[in-house]
T-cell receptor, first 114, second 111 residues
């Protein structure tokens, strides 16, 4: 079992550009959540996807959008990048509906916006 | 809005000490509480998950307790080792609010 995987591991973009981050959940998991972690802070919840729909959303602007595919993998898209979007982006998977509630995290994607 | 606070923010102890990390939350209507470990620049590793109906969970040298009425959880680490050095985070999940993390406790265990 490969666990939760994320790609790419590192990314450098300039202000105004768009970025797409990818996540594959742990085998058997159907729910994917995305988090943003700034340096020295705890992760901040962006949104959660289940059954290809956004189920919950944190306090993030519409520039942050996502998608979940039929195989449960997910993408996080960020448009019009700002310097403040520089952070570690973490993906977590779990199983909805009374299954495995423990969240398993991937290694993250480090995004630097210049 | 749920708020999660972790105290202390940083801790440095000699190897072999037993230690307690604290996590407090403002709304007791939680679904579960999860403790994580994070090594520098890495993702999070799940340590223990406590359901709202449970009072504690144990795994090896780790024991986590939950007291919903007082809005507190503690993570007890027995016989600390240098390999335990990391940031420890607690996270609350609840039905009506988004998953919420504390800022973490940075632990250094020196030989």
């Amino acid at each position: 079992d490969a666990g939760v995987t994320q790609s790419p591991t590192h990314l450098i973009k300039t202000r105004g550009q768009q970025v797409t981050l990818r996540c594959s959940p742990k085998s058997g998991h159907d729910t994917v959540s995305w988090y943003q972690q700034a340096l020295g802070q705890g992760p901040q919840f962006i949104f959660q996807y289940y059954e290809e729909e956004e189920r919950q959303r944190g306090n993030f602007p519409d520039r942050f959008s996502g998608h979940q595919f039929p195989n449960y993998s997910s993408e996080l898209n960020v448009n019009a990048l700002l310097l403040g979007d520089s952070a570690l982006y973490l993906c977590a998977s779990s199983e909805m509906g009374g299954g495995e509630e423990t969240q398993y995290f991937g290694p993250g994607t480090r995004l630097l916006v210049l | 809005k749920q708020e999660v606070t972790q105290i202390p923010a940083a801790l440095s102890v000699p190897e072999g000490e037993n230690l307690v990390l604290n996590c407090s939350f403002t709304d007791s209507a939680i679904y579960n509480l999860q403790w994580f470990r994070q090594d520098p620049g890495k993702g999070l590793t799940s340590l223990l998950l406590i359901q709202s109906s449970q009072r504690e969970q144990t795994s090896g040298r780790l024991n986590a307790s939950l007291d919903k009425s007082s809005g507190r959880s503690t993570l007890y680490i027995a016989a600390s080792q240098p390999g335990d050095s990391a940031t420890y985070l607690c996270a609350i999940s609840g039905g009506s609010y988004i998953p919420t993390f504390g800022r973490g406790t940075s632990l250094i265990v020196h030989p």
